[in-house]
């Protein structure tokens, strides 16, 4: 079992829908987790960062970490073609190593 | 947000040839920077882990000798990939953190595209 699992998709949406993307974790040890948006052929751009169990919003954007489920989530709301791109999570125990445990990435096409 | 720099975009070598890609950050002092290589519609795989002024840490099957990082100052990294092969025609991506954030927040450079002939 990989320690991190999402889905790659494709998702494809219409403008202005919301758009729920998740990943699933095997280690419990896990306590930082972020949301990473990469366009085509450029570097990924951090989008939300969260510690813990809990839900974050900014702007269009809500993270949400169940640790008991190891299940996390990140919604955007009112889509723009503009957010078409892969996103990826990661998460990272807080060990000395400092390395992120990254998923594959979901790539998203919202359609206008 | 932080700013990394990293240069150059596209790259295109010989094989033979060594290749070196820079990694900056612009607006503040990066303690940390990291190496990654990403295949075509693949996650980062970790390279490298590398500290300003120390030597740094290759992830397991990672050739040192092949990919050298250097990290002489706090706002510089450099990867070079020496004696280039059409095997290593990749994406790199550098990253850099601060004590600022924290190690575990990574800033990313826009990424280098190899493509050895």
């Known amino acids: 079992q990989k320690e991190v699992e999402q889905d790659p998709g494709p998702l494809s949406v219409p403008e202005g829908a919301i758009v729920s993307l998740n990943c699933t974790y095997s280690?419990?040890?896990?306590?930082?987790f972020m949301w990473y948006r990469q366009y085509s052929r450029k570097g990924p751009e951090l989008l939300m960062y969260?510690?813990?169990?809990g839900n974050k919003e900014d702007g269009r954007f809500t993270a949400q970490v169940d640790k008991s489920s190891k299940y996390i989530s990140l919604f955007i709301r009112d889509s723009q073609p503009s957010d078409s791109a892969t996103y990826l999570c990661?998460?990272?125990?807080?060990?000395?190593?400092?390395?992120?445990?990254f998923g594959k990435g979901t790539l998203l096409t919202v359609n206008p | 947000g932080a700013v990394v720099s990293q240069h150059p975009s596209r790259v295109i070598c010989k094989s033979g040839t060594s290749v070196k890609i820079e990694c900056r950050s612009l607006?503040?002092?990066?303690?940390?920077m990291f190496w990654y290589r990403q295949f075509p519609k693949q996650s980062l795989m970790l390279m490298a882990t590398?500290?300003?002024?120390?030597?740094?840490?290759?992830e397991q099957g990672v050739e040192k000798d092949k990919f050298l990082i250097n990290h002489a100052s706090l706002t510089l990294s450099t990867l070079t990939v020496t004696s280039a092969h059409p095997e290593d025609s990749s994406f790199y991506i550098c990253?850099?953190?601060?004590?600022?954030?924290?190690?575990?927040?990574?800033?990313f450079g826009a990424g280098t595209r190899l493509s050895v002939l």
């Open positions: 990253s850099a953190s601060s004590p600022r954030w924290g190690k575990n927040i990574q800033y």
């Open positions: 280690n419990s040890a896990f306590q930082y």
């Open positions: 969260t510690y813990s169990s």
């Open positions: 990661a998460m990272y125990s807080g060990g000395s190593n400092y390395k992120l445990t």
């Open positions: 607006d503040f002092q990066a303690t940390t």
């Open positions: 590398s500290n300003e002024g120390s030597k740094a840490t290759y």
